[in-house]
């Protein structure tokens, strides 16, 4: 399923935040939103996933603008994995996966068999079948992201929107976590702080600055040493993966300006005597 950003504006507080972006991403393509922090990812991510209206424009899915439609009917097509937050559940984790079974229930029947045998698979995948019996507030950061990747699974929407999904995860299973998304076929978009993740695992990039969509394409023509340098402040040395050949970027600080010259001291007058 597509999703469009077409000249969105997205105003907090009486302040704009985003500034009309536009940009697209294909059916089945993972697509990383890029840029510093304050940039604008998160809120133009929650225009999509109904939590923030834009104040023009529109947030478009499968042709139909997300604002036009019945909340219910977005939550079926667009599931969210939001980053971990300190307000924890007063569940068990079987019990937060299966929330994402809510958009397809009416009323207040119970969990079905197919509900059930969705969660086992989804907690499986994410690598958490383990953990469905306990506690969700006492778990690790990254036990958390992995049952809420599963819970976003369970909602069966053909677009997932993960914001800074890598928070809290050690290397391995940030690796494991875009490899298991490039596996799932969905139309994904993901906020992510990592250059390096976004050029390994991403279709297409969206770089934002100051709340402005300034590039977007495939990872390899837009991340580029001169935009990177302009975008985020820092050198970057463009290699390619020994493995994969996609682009693999190094860092360095630009270097300190020279400070100036002391002014040459003024020879001492000489006193009449």
């Known amino acids: ?155 069966e929407s053909q677009v997932l929107v993960l914001d800074e999904p890598t928070n809290h995860l050690d290397i391995s299973f940030q690796l494991e976590l875009m490899r298991i998304i490039g596996e799932l076929g969905l139309t994904t978009l993901a906020a992510l702080h990592d250059l390096n993740l976004a050029a390994a695992h991403c279709d297409v990039v969206a770089v934002m600055k100051e709340g402005r969509v300034i590039t977007h394409g495939p990872p390899d023509e837009v991340l580029t040493p001169e935009l990177i340098g302009d975008v985020f402040g820092v050198r970057a040395h463009r290699l390619s993966h020994p493995e994969t050949g996609r682009p693999l970027i190094a860092f360095s600080s630009f270097p300190s300006p020279p400070s100036p010259d002391p002014a040459p001291e003024r020879p001492a007058k000489e006193h009449a005597r």
Do not use: C, I
């Open 1 to 155: 399923m597509r999703v469009d950003f077409s000249d969105v504006v997205v105003a907090l507080g009486g302040t704009r935040v985003v500034h009309g972006a536009t940009f697209g991403v294909e059916p089945g393509q993972v697509a990383g939103l890029v840029g510093p922090n304050g940039s604008g990812k998160s809120t133009l991510l929650r225009s999509l996933y109904r939590v923030t209206r834009p104040a023009s424009g529109t947030v478009g899915v499968g042709g139909q603008d997300v604002w036009e439609l019945p909340p219910r009917t977005v939550a079926r097509q667009v599931a969210v994995m939001t980053q971990e937050t300190t307000a924890d559940f007063d569940l068990d984790v079987l019990d937060v996966v299966l929330l994402g079974r809510l958009p397809h229930h009416r009323g207040f029947g119970g969990d079905s068999p197919h509900d059930l045998a969705l969660a086992d698979r989804a907690l499986a995948r994410v690598g958490a079948a383990a953990l469905a019996g306990r506690p969700f507030a006492g778990l690790s950061g990254g036990e958390k992201q992995r049952v809420l990747l599963a819970r976003a699974l369970v909602q």
